[in-house]
């Protein structure tokens, strides 16, 4: 069972900045990849960036330019790194983790983006 707690969600204007942590239960070398997901009201999870085992990245394409996924694996932390930042963008964040056939979720940290 891996745990992940996300932090760093909060309130930001629009074309601000906010770096998103998330911290596994266990040495992320022990992970097939990580990633940052995010739901709106009324919307279904969608993914944002991904961190595949050799350092393969992969984003939404609304992600690309404005956001970076990057890890720190002394601390067992994935960050999701947010700029430009648009009120679309207002979404719950969640934190997962892929080991072998199951995926792990964190308890999601609220972003909104508003004036």
């Known amino acids: 069972q891996v745990q992940l707690v996300e932090s760093g969600g909060g309130l930001v204007q629009p074309g601000g900045s906010l770096r998103l942590s998330c911290v596994a239960s266990e040495n992320i070398f022990n992970l097939n990849g990580m990633g940052w997901y995010r739901q709106a009201p009324g919307k279904e999870r969608e993914p944002v960036a991904t961190l595949h085992v050799g350092g393969t990245t992969n984003y939404a394409d609304f992600a690309k330019d404005r956001f970076t996924i990057s890890e720190n694996n002394a601390e067992n932390t994935v960050y999701l790194q947010m700029g430009s930042l648009k009120p679309e963008d207002t979404a719950v964040y969640y934190c997962?983790?892929?080991?072998?056939?199951?995926?792990?979720w964190g308890q999601g940290t609220q972003v909104t983006v508003s004036s």
């Open positions: 997962s983790a892929r080991q072998l056939s199951r995926v792990y």
